[in-house]
């Protein structure tokens, strides 16, 4: 593993389960939703590409939201999220495999498997159109983008610094995410993207992840250069289809 010291407990402890978990016994094979497409459509609308998040819990969550999934995807598309993030990763965030299958078939936005993979036996769990790789955790990054953009994956790695970038650039990333949560210490800070998202890589599509809770934020990672953002909390607080229309239609200049 690339560089687990001194992080957070609760991350130690999602990395230990996460190393014992098994993957799937057939390779999947994946015909994508294209989130590229899917962003240029939203921003062609007018609206603000949200990748709204079902995050039943969280180590930094007060409680469990247990509504049915399936209906607060439907209701997260009604308020104009592009794409749809599934947490799959079950002991510290609520999230499970069938619950992405359930949510992916009842949708037809882009829908990015949210989980801490670390083996390519873990990539054939379960079919999505994005799978997520965390630059920090990954050993050999390039070889794991290859296995999945092999069974049909889009690969989106979150990084959390500029030498992650770096990593992520040299091992073909098309899709990064600057992470403002800090996995060592479970805090945000939304300057995180703004200090360390690359500019002016037209190839890439540049993702900001967790914190952004107002239309401020929005605003404010936009204006960084965000092509879409990456909300959970904020969105699965409350009215979930009000909280998506309200960040989706926020007045952004881009
Ligand atoms: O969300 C957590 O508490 C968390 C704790 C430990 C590791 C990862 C964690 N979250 C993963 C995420 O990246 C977020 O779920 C995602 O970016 C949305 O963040 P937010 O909008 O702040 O809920």
């Known amino acids: 593993m690339t560089d687990t010291g001194g992080i957070a407990p609760a991350v130690e402890s999602i990395l230990a389960t996460a190393r014992q978990r098994g993957g ?10 294209p989130l590229p497409a899917a962003i240029q459509r939203a921003e062609a609308a007018g609206r603000v590409p949200i990748i709204a998040e079902i995050k039943p819990t969280s180590p930094t969550t007060d409680g469990e939201r247990r509504d049915d999934p399936v209906e607060l995807a439907e209701q997260m598309v009604d308020g104009g999220a592009t794409a749809l993030s599934v947490l799959t990763e ?11 299958r359930a949510v992916r078939e009842a949708v037809d936005v882009p829908v990015l498997r949210k989980d801490f993979i670390l083996r390519e036996d873990q990539l054939d769990t379960v079919e999505a159109d994005l799978i997520l790789l965390i630059a920090r955790f990954v050993d050999d990054l390039d070889e794991l983008v290859t296995a999945a953009r092999e069974r049909g994956f889009q690969v989106l790695v979150e990084t959390h610094t500029e030498a992650e970038v770096e990593t992520a650039l040299d091992a073909g990333a098309e899709i990064i995410g600057v992470n403002n949560r800090d996995l060592a210490r479970l805090d945000v800070d939304l300057s995180t993207f703004e200090s360390v998202a690359p500019s002016g890589s037209e190839d890439v599509t540049l993702i900001a992840e967790s914190g952004i809770s107002t239309q401020g934020d929005v605003e404010r990672m936009r204006a960084a250069g965000a092509d879409a953002l990456l909300v959970g ?8 289809a009000a909280n998506t229309r309200r960040l989706t239609t926020t007045e952004t200049e881009q």
């Open 24 to 33: 799937g016994d057939e390779r999947v094979s994946v015909d994508p939703r």
């Open 90 to 100: 079950p002991e510290h965030f609520g999230g499970s495999p069938e619950t992405l």
């Open 233 to 240: 909390s904020a969105i699965m607080d409350g009215d979930v």
